[in-house]
């Protein structure tokens, strides 16, 4: 028979395996955690939505609904769906549906995977994970900076280094079309420089062409009226609100002028937190506040500020930095000599895990060929990082007690514990934690 060809995941999309999947569990957890301290409560949105709301929700002319989404027909019903780019949009369009927002504002997080049809590079996927807070139904400045202040938490928490803030406001939407006209006018007067996207953008969606990485653009760019010289003093204030809470509290930003976010929902504050050290991709985390989003995908009007991070360009800064992360291993590993001590084993590895203890048992390697060589057991003991093996060897068990082994501490010490007590030794097998 001929072999069959091997299959394998979508291009850009990754498996997470043991023992990396821990460094993801160990992030989630201390996300969870840091989101308790916060008051901000889960939330879990469908990962496919229908394609109008992203056209809606993110504008028609951004990267993402122009050429990074994956989106299809159901066969079934003929529906237009989308894998989320994001969850922004979906939480928002949740918020509204379910009329979240009777009783006052709400602070939520999510987790979970997000789908781009972007070119697979270091730190740029077509699956990858955001982590990613909202708070909807506050207008005011102090909730952009507890979110920033949140995630500069996080970075804390998680140990990470060389993270730099940068703000900037992108004002209201009266504000953006003054800047807007100018800006217009102004690339109009540089055609010549402007790249065949910037072209093709400078009607559409001119402030996108701002954020462009083309270096023969770059001082075009930096030349072009800002943004930030057309606010008002509502918008400046509220920008100095968010700077003021910043600086009371130790948290060191810069304004980043140019800075506008890949979606058109965003107003006001806006903020990335971004490192030197992951080449082109290095914008760890992304936010700010979008006040006409609920109303823009069909709720009753309200303010709402939010980021997302990166999981991937998270772990691999972490990695990068030479951030440990404690080893997930098994207190116990279970030494199993033969087959017929095999139903008190597991009867006992059951009693243990009940009280806490974490047990690996040993799997026989070969069907009907016994448990393998106590070497060979003794082997997978030790690879797995645990701390004691139990050996159930029948000369013990028929005295009633199991052999265990210190297998970290060099001393090769053994003890024997009394089957019929369990809960009197099992948290002394417990691994400090
Ligand atoms: P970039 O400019 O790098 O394309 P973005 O502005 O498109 O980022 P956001 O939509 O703001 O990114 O998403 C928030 C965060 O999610 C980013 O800061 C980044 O850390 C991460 N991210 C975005 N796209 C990808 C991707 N394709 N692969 C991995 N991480 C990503
Ligand atoms: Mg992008």
């Known amino acids: 028979m001929s072999k069959l060809e091997k299959l394998t995941a979508v291009k850009g999309m990754n498996d997470v395996l043991p023992p990396e999947s821990a460094r993801w569990e160990w992030l989630e957890s201390k996300v969870r955690a840091l989101m308790e301290r916060y008051a901000y409560r889960n939330i879990r949105t469908p990962i496919v939505e229908p394609t109008s709301l992203f056209v809606r929700g993110l504008g028609e002319v951004?990267?993402?609904?122009?050429?990074?989404?994956?989106?299809?027909?159901?066969?079934?019903?003929g529906e237009q769906l989308t894998l989320r780019p994001e969850a922004t949009a979906g939480v928002v369009r949740a918020v509204a549906e379910h009329s979240m927002l009777y009783d006052g504002g709400k602070r939520l997080y999510y987790m979970g995977p997000m789908f781009r049809h972007e070119r697979p590079q270091r730190g740029r996927y077509r699956q990858f994970h955001q982590i990613g807070a909202e708070a909807l139904g506050f207008p005011?400045?102090?909730?952009?900076?507890?979110?920033?202040?949140?995630?500069?938490?996080?970075?804390?928490?998680?140990?990470?280094?060389?993270?730099?803030?940068?703000?900037?406001?992108?004002?209201?939407?009266?504000?953006?079309?003054?800047?807007?006209?100018?800006?217009?006018?102004?690339?109009?007067?540089?055609?010549?420089?402007?790249?065949?996207?910037?072209?093709?953008?400078?009607?559409?969606?001119?402030?996108?062409?701002?954020?462009?990485?083309?270096?023969?653009?770059?001082?075009?760019?930096?030349?072009?009226p800002r943004l930030i010289d057309f606010l008002g003093e509502a918008s400046l204030s509220h920008f100095n609100a968010v700077k003021a809470i910043l600086d009371a509290n130790g948290v060191s930003w810069r304004v980043n002028p140019r800075l506008v976010r890949g979606m058109d929902y965003y107003n006001l504050t806006v903020f990335e937190f971004v490192t030197d050290q992951l080449g082109s991709q290095g914008t760890i985390c992304g936010g700010g506040r979008y006040d006409y989003l609920v109303e823009q995908i069909g709720g009753k009007a309200a303010p709402a500020v939010g980021w997302a991070l990166g999981v991937e360009r998270v772990l691999e800064l972490l990695k990068e930095q030479g951030g440990a992360i404690p080893p997930v291993c098994p207190d116990v590993y279970a030494v199993i000599p033969d087959m017929t001590t095999l139903p008190i084993a597991i009867t006992t590895l059951e009693r243990l895990r009940g009280h806490g203890v974490r047990v690996q048992m040993h799997g026989a390697p070969v069907s009907g060929e016994g448990m393998g060589s106590m070497k060979s057991q003794f082997k997978k003991a030790d690879a797995s990082g645990a701390r004691y093996a139990l050996v159930f060897g029948s000369d013990e068990l028929a005295r009633g007690v199991v052999l265990c082994k210190s297998l970290r501490d060099g001393s090769g010490m053994q003890t024997e514990h009394r089957l019929d007590s369990v809960s009197e030794w099992a948290s002394a097998l417990q691994f400090s934690r």
């Open 140 to 224: 005011g400045a102090e909730l952009d900076a507890e979110l920033i202040l949140l995630a500069n938490a996080l970075w804390k928490e998680l140990g990470l280094q060389n993270v730099r803030l940068e703000l900037n406001s992108l004002g209201q939407p009266d504000e953006r079309k003054a800047h807007r006209a100018a800006l217009i006018g102004y690339l109009e007067h540089h055609t010549d420089a402007l790249d065949e996207e910037a072209r093709r953008r400078l009607h559409s969606n001119p402030l996108r062409i701002l954020d462009t990485k083309n270096p023969a653009m770059q001082s075009i760019v930096e030349a072009a």
């Open 62 to 77: 951004t990267d993402i609904v122009e050429k990074e989404m994956y989106s299809f027909e159901d066969r079934l019903n």
